[in-house]
């Protein structure tokens, strides 16, 4: 599968053991679990949206994702998507807040180890989350080289973590095997494959031409945006 990894960290087998503890092998318990992992999402994701665009654009952007059939597809799965989605954008979040100067130091600092443990978390959800450190390291150096000991408090957790495990590395490499330099082929798959992937956010079981129209809209409004905020100045979401 180019999409899939082979394997995935133990963090969400982990988080299912606490519903196990409880309710014991309650798959409908698990489903409700993930159906509160992704309400919690929502709830950052309108925080973040409205700490960036405003509340207005927030109150758009919340029943854009809350009602997408794809996300809702999850209320009937058991997988690890929900809990990662909301590690993440919680760790951004966080991140991100970390930089507001107004705040006193003690406050940004404990700020940036909160995100950077949600980083953690989501990087033993998902291997893919170790994008998150280079997010932050990248967007640090281009930014806020004034503020690098913030980079190191959101960068202490995940790094005292492998230095305790550096076995861990060896299963953050899942997709590794998605990442073959000058292989024409297997990057023209990828690429078909997670452009079916997006187009699907907009899958409905009534129009293929509807489900296209607002695949080919929405991106190119998310396209001019992304410029837009590239224009005024890079930060961890872009």
Known sequence: DPIAPPAYPPGYPLFLSMIYRWW????QAMKAANIG???????VIFAMARRELGSHAALIVLPIIGF???????????????????????????????RDPQQPRWRQGMQALLGGAMMLLACKTRSLGFVLPAIVIVTDLLRFRRQLWLTVLCLLPVVAFLAVQPDALRYEAAYRHQLRPLDLQWTLMNAEHYTKELRNLWRNDYSG???RALFLSMNGLALAGYIARIRRGITYYE
């Open 209 to 211: 031409i509807i489900m």
């Open 37 to 43: 992992l992704f309400l919690l999402s929502l709830v």
């Open 24 to 27: 014991g092998l309650n798959l």
């Open 68 to 98: 997408n059939p794809t996300f809702w597809e999850f209320k009937d799965q058991i997988l690890s998507d929900m809990l990662f989605v909301l590690l993440t954008y919680a760790s951004l979040f966080f991140v991100s807040r970390a």
